[in-house]
C-alpha cells in the first residue's frame, strides 16, 4: 500500500468519525420540544 492510499484512508475515516461525533452530540445536547398534553388541552370540551 502506497503512502498517499494510507494518507486517504486515514483523511476519510477521521472526517466520518468526527462527523459522527458531531451529529450523535448535536442529537443528545438539543433539548427535547415540549410536546403538548392531550388531556390538558381537552379540558375545555364538553363530554356527553
Do not use: C, W
Amino acid at each position: 500500500m502506497t503512502t498517499s492510499a494510507i494518507i486517504m484512508i486515514v483523511l476519510t475515516q477521521g472526517t466520518v468519525i468526527t462527523a459522527t461525533i458531531y451529529f450523535f452530540r448535536k442529537v443528545l445536547k438539543t433539548p427535547p420540544k415540549p410536546e403538548p398534553d392531550s388531556y390538558k388541552d381537552n379540558n375545555d370540551t364538553l363530554r356527553d
